[in-house]
């Protein structure tokens, strides 16, 4: 009678430590746990930062919208649009490090 219950606290505990294995071991165990709630919170920090630069741009197509001279300084400076009838000066380096200068423009 003593043997049996040995015998089932011995299983009883065997099935304890598998189940414990399982589920920290197995898949959607304890580990994957902690693995998805950092790669969790790497998602939050790149979400943050996503939504920063989000509004970010939302207010640059606000201010291209609403503001002509910030539009225009923008168009100059990125796209490289000159105002009709203005005149460019290009400058260029020489051979020995003069400059030499070209006029274009009607």
């Known amino acids: 009678m003593r043997k049996t219950y040995i015998l089932y606290a011995v299983l009883l505990c065997l099935v304890a430590v598998l189940l414990f294995v399982w589920m920290s071991f197995g ?5 994957d746990l902690c693995n998805m709630q ?3 919170q790497e998602n939050v920090i790149i979400l943050k930062d996503l939504r920063a630069k ?6 640059e197509i606000r201010r291209l919208r609403e503001d002509s001279k910030y539009f225009e300084s923008v168009a100059r400076k990125e796209l490289g649009l000159v105002r009709e009838n203005e005149i460019i000066y ?3 380096e ?3 490090g003069t400059l030499t200068r070209a006029i274009q423009g009607e």
């Open 54 to 59: 989000n509004m970010l741009l939302a207010s």
């Open 38 to 40: 950092t790669k969790k």
């Open 90 to 92: 290009r400058v260029k």
């Open 27 to 31: 898949q959607n165990g304890l580990f």
């Open 94 to 96: 020489g051979e020995r």
